[in-house]
C-alpha cells in the first residue's frame, strides 16, 4: 500500500528532535508510517542551519550544523525536497498576505501545493493558504 507525500515544516523537524511530546497523536502516526514518503525542504534544511549555527536553537542531537542532515537523512530516513522550476512558479502565482511574507513559508507552502503533497506545520498562517490548494496537516500543540 502507497501511502500519502508530507513535507515537514522546520518546527516539525526541531520537535521531532527536541520532545516529541510536542507533537500531535495524528503527526506521530503519520511519521510512523512505514507507506508515507516523509520529506524535508531543503530551504527548512537551510533555515535549521542556519538557526543551530547562530545558535538560536540548541537541539541536543545536533552538535554541529553538519549534524542535521545526517539526522534527517541517515537516522529519520527522511528525504530532503528541493526546490524545482515549478515550485518558483507556483510562487510566483501564490497570494501574498500581508501578515506572512515568510520566504521559507512561502517557498514549502509553493512546492507542496505544486506537487499536490501534504505539509505538516504548527504555523497557525498555514491555514491562510488552504483555500489556494494547500493540504495542512495541523500539528496543534
Request: charged content about 30%; glycine content about 4%; overall charge neutral.
Amino acid at each position: 500500500m502507497i501511502g500519502e507525500r508530507y513535507l515537514l515544516d522546520s518546527n516539525i523537524v526541531i520537535y521531532h528532535a527536541t520532545d516529541k511530546r510536542l507533537l500531535t497523536a495524528e503527526v506521530w502516526d503519520i511519521l510512523n508510517d512505514a507507506n508515507n514518503g516523509i520529506y524535508v525542504p531543503s530551504k527548512c534544511v537551510e533555515e535549521l542551519i542556519h538557526l543551530r549555527q547562530s545558535e538560536r536553537i540548541k537541539v541536543k542531537p545536533w552538535k554541529s550544523a553538519i549534524d542535521i542532515i545526517g539526522y534527517i537523512k541517515d537516522e529519520m530516513r527522511w528525504g530532503i525536497y528541493y526546490v524545482q522550476e515549478g515550485h518558483l512558479k507556483t510562487l510566483a502565482r501564490l497570494q501574498l498576505f500581508p501578515d506572512h511574507r515568510d520566504p521559507t513559508d512561502r517557498i514549502i507552502i509553493a512546492q507542496a501545493i505544486a506537487e499536490g503533497m501534504f505539509i505538516i506545520s504548527s504555523d497557525r498562517k498555514f491555514h491562510d493558504y488552504r483555500p489556494l490548494g494547500l493540504n495542512l496537516v495541523f500539528n496543534k500543540r
